[in-house]
């Protein structure tokens, strides 16, 4: 019974600590509620266990992001220690790097990798696009990421790469097992490592071939690439090839999946695009904002920074939650609300911010504009099987490895 008033209870009190702990299943399940606290309770919080600190503010982020002297990626940007096997930090390029050797880099792959490059690629995008949606759609009812989200991205990193063909569906399944977790498991699966070094040889093939024959690929371009005399060694190119399956892939098909998983959450909002297909766009950027698929990103500090009166310490890991930013009430209204239509692209943080701010940001935009008009133009209705939806658990990825939908065609 309730305590008289003016006594003391002797119930416990109610205390609800904040544990941010990014490995915690729970926490993948709906992350928000923790972010919120976070902004509100820790803007700078401290995880004594893990040994990281976390920024969660939308201003504290997109500052921490253009503060690459003071928040180093020399020692790899993930929460876990750099994957991928014997030549982690070669693979992982220019995005686990500090100027001036970053700009180098940056400057001469971009060189190759240049906007027009991607922007003359719009019309295979589609080609590619539709050879999975037609047939998925006339199923009616399919898994859309083994399906389309699944296939689409690394093909198109294939297409840029000029990856002939039929070579095409191994390349997907070796960059698909790079990025493979096992549950529960922190360590990198054998299967990954072996699956790297397979990538890894596929691509040195490929550019010696490129060098015996050029081709108007961006292979070729990068091998081409010079600046005041100063060219990319094939290592290096290896290394961007490589990033590009890294950051690249899971990122834009998990981008594909939030969007078709939150549309079905927000039917009158996803009906404005289903109704007009042009404003697949809209539907992209919220869906970025919403429930990004790359949600952190890790720096170390390589002096003292004091901030809201705690100092982290030269050689602390310090985590930028991306996730969090793109919900901070601050810059968003209704930030928890998925409305399509905000003009909200020049202020979410999903593709970072400063010198390492997403190179393949455009190209990721077009493919998923391009899936989801396409799925919008012959789509009237859909259905998620939620109780099938299968979420990956990551301390960065967030989406889905399994969405299966329902269509209902337009006529
Ligand atoms: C960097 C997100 C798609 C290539 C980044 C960063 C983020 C990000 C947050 C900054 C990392 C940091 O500051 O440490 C995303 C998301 C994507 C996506 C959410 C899809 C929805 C792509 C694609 C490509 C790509 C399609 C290329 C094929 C890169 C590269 C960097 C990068 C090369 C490193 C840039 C640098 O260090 O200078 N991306 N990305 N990304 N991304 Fe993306």
Known sequence: SAPAAGSASLDPPTFDPLVFNPYDYSFHDDPYPTYRRLREEAPLYYNPDLDFWALSRHADVVAAFRDNIRLSSANGVSL??????????KVMSFLAMDDPRHMRMRRLVSKGFTPRRVADLEDRILELTLRYLEPALSAGEFDWIAEVAGKLPMDVISELLGVPEADRAEIRRLADLVVHREEGVLDV???????SLHLVGYYAD???ERRRKEASDLTSALLAAEIDGDRLTDDEIIGFMFLMVVAGNETTTKLLGNALYWGAHNKDEVAQVLSTPD????????????DTSSQIVARTAVEDITLYDSTIRAGDKVLLLIGSANRDSEVFDAA?????GRDSSQKIASFGGGVHFCLGAHLARLEANIALEQFA???????ID????V????????????????VTARH
């Open 189 to 195: 699966p054998v299967a990954a490592m072996e699956a």
């Open 279 to 290: 404003r697949a766009p809209d539907w992209v950027e919220e869906t970025l904002r919403y």
């Open 386 to 389: 939620e109780e099938n939806c």
């Open 80 to 89: 876990d220690p750099a994957a991928y096997g014997p030549n982690a930090h």
């Open 377 to 383: 133009r012959r789509v009237a209705d859909y259905e």
């Open 336 to 340: 928890d609300d998925f409305r399509i």
């Open 206 to 208: 490929m550019l010696a």
């Open 391 to 406: 979420r990956v658990h990551s301390t960065n990825v967030r989406g889905f490895a399994a969405l299966p939908v329902k």
